[in-house]
Structure formats: C-alpha cells, structure tokens
Nanobody, 120 residues
C-alpha cells in the first residue's frame, strides 16, 4: 500500500517562504510522476505543480516564478519550495502520485494534506 506523508506546512507572513515535503513509501518512487494540489475553503482542488519521472515540471500560472517542485529519488521524497507567498496561497496542500511517469496520467494516490496559512 502506497503512503504519502506531507510535512512542512504552517503559518507564514505574506512574502515569506515555506518548503513542503512528501515522503512516499510502498512503491518504486522513481518511476512515477508526483505532484502537489491545493484546496482553499469554498474552492475546488487545483493543480499547483507536477514533476515527471525524468524531472520535467509543470506549474499553475498562479505560482510560476514563485514555487519550485523537485524530487529526490534516493529519499523517495518530493518537495515544493514556496517563495513570495501570498494570502491567496492559503490552502490545504496535497501530495499526489500518478499512475505513470508522466504527469498527464491520472492521479493514483493522495496524501492526507498539510495546511498552509499565509497571513499577517
């Protein structure tokens, strides 16, 4: 059974930074695309960023230039570095694992989520 465990969320002031981590277990991590989604109160869940098995990346327009997704296959971990955070980035952030190495494939597994709150 695949488990995705997120960490690194919290409260940060506007303009600040956070790094989210997602540790995966139960699968051959390196062959799967991984991603981060978020859901704000009253809004639909949306893609934030995704990374393929060969580390090509895809970002939502709203986070381009501010967020960076990366992966460390030796540690079975995917990261989301978030800089220049804005109040509108406040949401629960979810880690995902896809069915294949491309991030165009459907999502197979979801983590439990970690709260990010951007507020002064």
């Amino acid at each position: 059974q695949v488990q995705l465990v997120e960490s690194g969320g919290g409260l940060v002031q506007p303009g600040g930074s956070l790094r989210l981590s997602c540790a995966a277990s139960g699968s051959i991590f390196s062959i799967y695309a991984m991603g981060w989604y978020r859901q704000a109160p009253g809004k639909q869940r949306e893609l934030v960023a995704a990374i393929s098995s060969v580390s090509s990346t895809n970002y939502a327009d709203s986070v381009k230039g501010r967020f960076t997704i990366s992966r460390d296959n030796a540690k079975n971990t995917v990261y989301l570095q978030m800089n220049s955070l804005k109040p509108e980035d406040t949401a629960v952030y979810y880690c995902t694992q896809h069915y294949s190495g491309t991030y165009y494939s459907n999502i197979h597994y979801w983590g439990q989520g970690t709260q990010v709150t951007v507020s002064s």
